[in-house]
């Protein structure tokens, strides 16, 4: 039988480029219809009508929406070059990290990005708390997933490229050599991978793109507190 | 070797609920530990050092943390006996998306009614009621959000029910009045002794909130 795979995603989704990864990973041919999340086609609303979001697999015409729940159906689907331990206690913790890389990790790092003076100082104290769960995770690995990519690399990933966008722009280290030597080494590692290096969007539309929204975040901050 | 099951818990917590009712659902036995979340254990810190929070269960000295990353845990350990998630990855990642949607929101909006007054509380309200409406949609006719049998996403969401006294109380509103098909889902998984034995009494649940929000300042 035929397998026909999709994936609608935007250019610059972070979200969508563990489903690209995953893909690619595993060596599965699929179809990328790109969104243009600012005019959202009738498909996306059909295939994802509660969060209207990408990324979104259809598989056979079936649609799986969440990243977190695409890779999960990706792993379970095509069983090669496995991304989850085989383990349950394993599995648990790797679902653990995930879920700390997005809830806390991301926004921590995103503060950092859009806060200014004492704001920020308070915000890379936190970030740093967070990160230096991440750097104990890491110990005596190359990748979380051991001696190849799994899926707390592939969740995590999008850090080794937004970190260094987000420290151009701002002019501010938030992941120090120094201070951080085996997060600074992974993210450099995973960067150059093969499959996650040749996948990254253009950076200097990113700059571009974040530029944009630290502007906005700016302006909209300086709005709410002009009564101050 | 027998299994040793450790749950740190707290009896109010929807997602410790959540945790007991897997247990009871594959009917293992566990030693329950109360905790004091305003004087935190050793051992929580200890076993839960990035978020300090509960539910954590601890198999045989090995702690996991997050409700619904412990069901699954324990789905996958206790695989044998009455699996909640279906054995199809379309049909596992269709429950799995619902539950984050649950995650993602019932419990912000719920903590919102009890918390806030005037518009951002009547705000919340519409939301919550939207919410489970949408919910009812995805139930169906279907006894259960896992078909016919009770399964992931009924275990994600039937603890939030002990709540809903609370939340109409202190909201003034009538959950069943517009989603009465969820209620009597509701009512449905409290006949399952796994649930009705894990649930904390609905009016035990009002106090503690009642009490929460003496301490907000809401009252």
Request: with cysteine; glycine share 6%; proline share 5%.
């Amino acid at each position: 039988m035929g397998e026909e795979v999709k994936l609608f995603r935007s250019w610059s989704s972070p979200f969508a480029l563990r489903i690209v990864w995953a893909l690619k990973i595993k060596g599965i041919e699929y179809e990328t219809v790109f969104e243009d999340l600012s005019n959202k086609s009738p498909l996306l609303l059909q295939y994802n009508p509660v969060h209207k979001k990408v990324p979104i697999l259809v598989h056979n015409g079936r649609p799986i929406a969440e990243s977190f729940v695409i890779l999960e159906y990706i792993d379970e689907t095509w069983k090669q070059v496995p991304l989850l331990p085989e383990d349950p206690y394993e599995r648990a913790k790797a679902r653990f990290w995930a879920k700390f890389g997005d809830d806390k990790v991301l926004t921590s790092v995103w503060n950092v990005f859009i806060k200014q003076g004492k704001e920020q100082e308070e915000a890379l104290v936190a970030a740093m708390e967070n990160l230096k769960f991440l750097e104990e995770e890491i110990k005596g690995k190359k990748f979380f997933g051991g001696e190849r990519i799994g899926y707390v690399d592939l969740v995590l990933g999008l850090l080794a490229n937004l970190i260094s966008i987000c420290e151009e722009i701002i002019g501010l280290k938030i992941v120090d050599e120094e201070k951080l030597p085996l997060l600074y080494s992974w993210m450099q590692d995973f960067a150059e991978a093969p499959i996650i290096r040749d996948n990254w969007p253009p950076r200097d539309k990113m700059i571009v793109k974040f530029q944009a929204l630290l502007d906005a975040a700016i302006a909209s901050s300086s709005s709410s507190s002009s009564s101050k | 070797m027998a299994d040793e099951i450790i749950l740190l818990d707290f009896l109010p917590s929807i997602f410790g609920m959540r945790v007991r009712v897997a247990l009871a659902e594959k009917g293992l036995e566990y030693e329950y530990r109360e905790q004091d979340l305003w004087n935190k254990s050793p051992l929580l810190h200890e076993m839960n050092p990035v978020h300090k929070k509960i539910p954590v269960l601890i198999h045989n000295g090995k702690p996991i943390c997050e409700s619904t990353i412990i069901v699954q845990y324990i789905d996958d350990v206790w695989k044998d006996k009455s699996p909640l998630l279906p054995a199809d990855p379309y049909e596992r990642a269709h429950a799995r998306f619902w539950a984050d949607c649950i995650d993602k929101k019932l419990y912000d909006l719920g903590k919102k009614i009890t918390l806030t007054k005037g518009e951002e509380q009547d705000t919340s309200k519409r939301e919550f009621l939207e919410f489970l409406k949408l919910l009812e949609g995805e139930l169906g006719d279907k006894p259960f959000f896992g078909g016919e049998n009770f399964g992931f996403v009924d275990v994600s969401l039937v603890a939030f029910s002990s709540r809903f006294y609370a939340y109409e109380s202190f909201g003034n509103f009538s959950i069943e009045a517009e989603c009465p098909k969820l209620i009597a889902w509701t009512k449905r998984c409290m006949e399952r002794e796994s649930v009705s034995s894990s649930l904390l009494d609905p009016q035990k649940v009002h106090d503690f909130v009642a009490g929460m929000r003496k301490r907000y300042g809401v009252e």
